[in-house]
């Protein structure tokens, strides 16, 4: 069994909002149904790493949890900064069920164990952030990846944690202190992330070591629509 992971679905299959409009978007559902049929198998896990539907309530996801749903393997939720439809834990886990989607689960809070290894991680917020809501969020999402963390090493103390994230944790010359701060406290080495989009903004991002931290980008774009191997 393997683990994958990739970010940045962008899914309007049950909303008016397409993603082919962009450049290099163009027929992306069709090309990441493909490549992931080919890679993933149906015993393999693959996490999504946040922005999955542009749908604006939990109802209007519907199209887009259905066809993920049908793609081989489990896989992991964890919320981006456009998943406006995210709601309560218990009314997302309500909704999953009512409609027989039972090869997703969330990350939120808490962690997964997957071949050994902890599945760890959060949203993340702006690497710059300076504005109190903004520091509020950032705060919050510590909280949540130490809490992540926590619950892995208390579980299972002898598992690798592996970090998936929304945001990159630092881009550019920019970093979100708080989130390495907890990252290197727990041993982590490897920290999967999303968010950055086009080739301009991606020779931002660092990818590769980052004071002993492993960084990866794994973009829907970036990647070419495919999902990427963890482990």
């Known amino acids: 069994m393997s683990l994958f992971v990739i970010a940045d679905l962008h899914l309007s ?4 909002k397409p993603m082919d409009v962009f450049s290099g978007w163009e027929g ?6 493909k490549n992931w049929t080919r890679l993933v198998k149906e015993q393999d896990t693959v996490v999504v790493a946040g922005d999955i539907s542009w749908a604006m309530r939990l109802e209007e996801t519907y199209e887009d949890f259905r066809f993920i749903h049908s793609l081989p393997g489990q896989k992991i939720f964890l919320r981006g900064n456009h998943d406006y439809w995210w709601s309560t834990r218990a009314k997302i886990e309500n909704y999953l069920a009512e409609n027989g989607f039972d090869s997703i689960r969330l990350l939120h809070n808490d962690a997964h164990l997957v071949e050994g290894y902890a599945v760890c991680g959060t949203r993340g917020w702006l690497y710059n952030a300076e504005k109190p809501e903004d520091l ?7 909280g949540r990846m ?3 963390l926590q619950a892995a090493r208390t579980a299972w103390p002898r598992a690798v944690p592996i970090v998936f994230l929304h945001y990159p944790p630092v881009y550019g010359e920019m970093a979100c202190e708080g989130i390495l701060q907890v990252l290197e406290k727990y041993g982590v080495k490897d920290c999967y992330f999303g968010h950055i989009h086009g080739n301009q903004a991606s020779r931002r991002a660092i990818v590769g070591d980052y004071h002993g931290i492993r960084m990866h980008l794994i973009s829907c774009d970036y990647v070419q629509f495919t999902p990427v191997l963890v482990r």
């Open 13 to 16: 299959l049950g909303c008016n």
């Open 28 to 33: 992306y559902v069709s090309k990441l149904e």
């Open 136 to 142: 509020r969020i950032v705060s919050r999402e510590v």
């Open 146 to 148: 130490r809490a992540s």
